[in-house]
């Protein structure tokens, strides 16, 4: 599985972003994708995760803020981003995991290149 992400930019704080993990591979339905986030100097965190049956799953950070979705016709995930926050300003990455359960622990085998998301306060 290959994996790119894209959609990230400058926004104002109170602002939205949607990003898409785009996939490729015959088993891209049968992954669960996580979503994470680094801060510059900070280490990599959890964000949002959608099973491969469509489960979701969030951090607290970012519950009632953040939608994650999938549209497997098109191989792509998507985060759509509301009320953003300063805080919330870091490299965005995707990552799959094939029939990966659902959990913030869970180990992830595929990543994509991350996408820069800057929220101005």
């Known amino acids: 599985v290959q994996l790119q992400a894209s959609g990230g930019g400058l926004v104002q704080a109170g602002g939205s972003l949607r990003l898409s993990c785009a996939g490729s591979?015959?088993?891209?339905?049968?992954?669960?994708i996580g979503w994470f986030r680094q801060a510059p100097g900070k280490e990599r965190e959890f964000v949002s995760a959608?099973?491969?049956?469509?489960?979701?799953l969030y951090a607290d950070s970012v519950k009632g803020r953040f939608t994650v979705s999938r549209d497997d016709a098109k191989t792509t995930v998507y985060l759509q981003m509301n009320s953003l926050k300063p805080e919330d300003t870091a490299v965005y990455y995707c990552?799959?995991?094939?029939?990966?359960?659902?959990?913030?622990?869970?180990?992830?085998?595929?990543w994509g290149q991350g996408t820069q998301v800057t929220v101005s306060s």
């Open positions: 959608i099973s491969w049956i469509g489960g979701t």
């Open positions: 591979g015959r088993t891209f339905s049968s992954c669960t």
């Open positions: 990552a799959a995991v094939y029939r990966g359960m659902l959990t913030m622990k869970t180990t992830y085998d595929y």
